[in-house]
Every structure is written in C-alpha cells, then in structure tokens.
C-alpha cells in the first residue's frame, strides 16, 4: 500500500514516515522543491499551485493519504499564508484525488483542536461548538468545512489533535523551548503567560494515531487525537527541572503574552480509544525526558 504524506518533512512528517514504514507501508513524502534532496521516496510540489497538486498525484497515484503540510505556528508572522496553505492547499489536493483515475482507500486530514478556541469547562469532545481565536484556527476550520463538500467523492476522516511535542520540533514552539534552555542549563528563561493550561501529547502517539485511522478508515467522521489530561506551565517547568536537576529563573516578557490567548485546552479521546483500543499516550514526562536526554 502506498502513501502520499504531504509535509514529509516536517516535525510530524519525520515520525508519521518513520512509523508507517515501520507497519510495512511504501510513503512517498511530498513538500517544497528545496526539500527534495533528502533520503527517501519524495516528489516535490507545491500544493498552493493546483497544476503542481494533479501532477502530484498523477505521479504517485496514492492508496492512502496523510495531509499533514501546514502554517502550523498559531505566531507566525503572515496572516494569508495560513489561508493559501491551509486551506487553499487542502482544497487543490482534494481535488487532485477527486479526479484521479485511482481514488484513495482513506485520506486522513490534519486539523487543529485550536478550532475550539475559549472554552474553559471540561473536556472538550468533536461534538464541542468551535470558537476560534486567531487565524491559524480559522484557517483549519474553514478547511474542515471546506473538506465536507468532498465526502461523497472522498474517503475522508479528519483529526484534530492537541498539543504535542517531541525531538525536533521547531523551537519557537513552547516545550521546546523550554527544552532547549534546560539542556544548555541558562540561567533565565523569558515565556508568555504562565497560567495557561495545555493537553500534551507525544508525536509519536500521535503518529500511531494517524496510522490507526489510516487503516481502520472511519471515512466522514472527526476524531481528537489527545491525552485528556490537563497540565499547567508550571507543572512542565517542574517537571524539566526534576529530570535535569537544573533550576532557572522565569521572566515573563509581555511581548510574548497574545491578547487572544486560550487558557486551557483539554480534549477528550474516547472516541478516538473506542476504535483504536490499544492507543494510549505515554506520560508527558516521559517526553520531557526523551527530549531532554535524547542526542
């Protein structure tokens, strides 16, 4: 069996390849020309272009597709990007696969649980009504609309997975930061607002759970993929420092403070548990220790 992964080479990509190969599937990865000098099956494109998105798929002629390639940095610094890739992107692939002589056995579309925005009470499960706070959430709900208008053409399940972490993701994003300043052992560290609460989750639970859905192929429905469980900056600071038994000083720079911030996000993955009954999450600090030991 053969799959497409868009944005192979990302943080994501790296582990959602390593673990399909793994389970005995040929990935053909697919992202910027720039890219294509890397190890492994790839066929670059750019899928804003949706000339470049047919011959894709013309190319590949995927059994499967995982659609991971996204602005995923909910800071980054150009609002329209987050609309030509995530969702104009989404939608020139769709069509590509729509039209190909070969239709996909299942398409596995990654969305945000940042679509839920401010909601504070409970877990949130995929009945929850959106209310996003910033672009990048807009973005991928718009997607997720968009895609509906294709699951009677497309075999399509969409996730919405929370926030997860691991070796080689970006360091602007938070726990990696946080990482790297305890590895180099500073003496401060600068981060936003301390009371925010988050669902962490580790990619490569997060992986399997793209793998799992891939092949029990549950076309039409939204799955969260999360941990449920809750944990404060804080606690992920204590945490850090408890296996590094480095302690350092916390500075909160208003600049990093966002005026739409949402406080906490916790997601509820039974759905997800119910039709993958051997998924589980490690504990967070168990990644903490992967990233904070790994080489």
């Known amino acids: 069996m053969r799959v497409l992964l868009t944005g192979s080479r990302g943080f994501t990509g790296v582990h959602m390849a390593r673990e399909l190969t793994s389970a005995g599937w040929e990935v053909v990865g697919t992202g910027p020309e720039g890219e294509a000098s890397a190890a492994g099956d790839f066929v670059p494109a750019d899928l804003t272009v949706a000339e470049q998105a047919h011959d894709l798929v013309q190319a590949v002629q995927p059994d499967a597709v995982v659609h ?13 990007a987050f609309y030509r890739v995530n969702l104009l992107a989404t939608r020139h692939l769709l069509a590509a696969l729509a039209d190909a002589p070969k239709a996909p056995q299942c398409l596995v579309l990654a969305s945000s649980a940042n679509i839920y925005g401010n909601q504070t009470e409970g877990k949130l499960d ?57 590895r180099r052992r500073t003496d401060e560290i600068e981060l936003g607002n301390l009371d925010v609460w988050r669902d962490f989750s580790d990619v490569r639970a997060v992986a399997k759970g793209y793998r799992g859905l891939l092949e029990k192929r549950p076309a039409g429905q939204t799955f969260n993929i999360c941990s449920g469980r809750l944990f404060s900056l804080r606690e992920v600071l204590a945490m850090a420092e408890k296996i590094t038994g480095h302690r350092m000083k916390v500075r909160v720079n208003p600049a990093f403070v966002r005026s739409n911030e949402v406080e906490k996000l916790c997601g509820d993955p039974g759905k997800l548990r119910r039709l993958l009954v051997d998924w589980d999450n490690p504990p967070l600090e168990e990644t903490l220790r992967w990233m904070l030991l790994s080489n």
Not at 68 to 80: K, N, R, T
């Open 126 to 182: 995929e009945q929850t009504t959106p209310n996003p706070a910033n672009d990048y959430a807009v973005s991928k709900l718009a997607m997720e609309y968009m895609a509906r208008l294709w699951f009677d053409r497309l075999p399509i399940v969409i996730t919405r997975p929370f926030n997860y972490t691991g070796p080689g993701q970006a360091g602007h994003f938070l726990l990696p930061k946080i990482v790297d300043h305890f």
């Open 68 to 80: 991971l390639a996204a602005i995923s940095f909910v800071g980054h610094g150009e609002v329209d």
